[in-house]
């Protein structure tokens, strides 16, 4: 499901100004630590606190509505939010998001959009074999099935930033 503009502008700036709290680290691939050849990436992993619980609240609520369609018996967000910045050719090759050991249970993913499109050029999320078009306007919002393999293609100009968070 898609929900193009889910999060305001204003509330996209927030999340990447609570994302500056935390260390940034290298994107990794499951729990593969050389995985550069798979990835470039630069993530933040944001918990459940008094400062980020609207976040979590408003994905929640979202995800109510868009498990609808697909009657997953969802638990929880186990992992947090992960804010993600792709620059200087940043990429996320095919991949699921489902794996083995503690990614075994995840059921669905969420990317929200934290960039206006204009500060990117390149950095376009694809599924393969679906030929979807994903909204790049702030503040989109789109859930998926943990096991549909997607990418986040190489960006060649600015940063793009996201949001993702699997559900168990």
């Known amino acids: ?10 509330e996209c700036s927030r999340i990447v100004q609570l ?10 691939v499951g729990s ?3 995985s550069s050849k798979n990835r470039k990436s630069s993530v933040r992993f944001v918990r459940p606190d008094d400062d980020s ?7 929640e609520s979202a995800l109510t509505l868009m498990n609808k369609q697909y009657r997953f018996e969802l638990q929880g967000f186990f992992e947090g939010v992960q804010i993600a910045a792709y620059s200087g050719g940043g990429f996320y090759d095919y991949h699921m998001d489902l794996g083995p050991g503690k990614h075994s249970g995840r059921k669905l993913s969420i990317s929200v959009q934290l960039s206006d499109p204009t500060d990117y050029e390149g950095g376009d999320l694809e599924f393969l074999n679906i030929e979807q078009t994903v909204p790049r306007s702030i503040g989109s919002l789109i859930v998926f099935p943990s096991y549909l393999v997607h990418r ?3 960006v060649t100009s600015g940063t793009r930033r996201s949001m993702v968070s699997w559900i168990s």
């Open 19 to 28: 994302g500056e709290n935390y260390e940034a680290q290298e994107g990794k």
């Open 1 to 10: 499901g898609i929900a193009e503009g889910y999060f305001s502008r204003e």
């Open 53 to 59: 619980n609207w976040i979590f609240n408003k994905l």
């Open 32 to 34: 593969d630590e050389t």
């Open 152 to 154: 986040v293609t190489p």
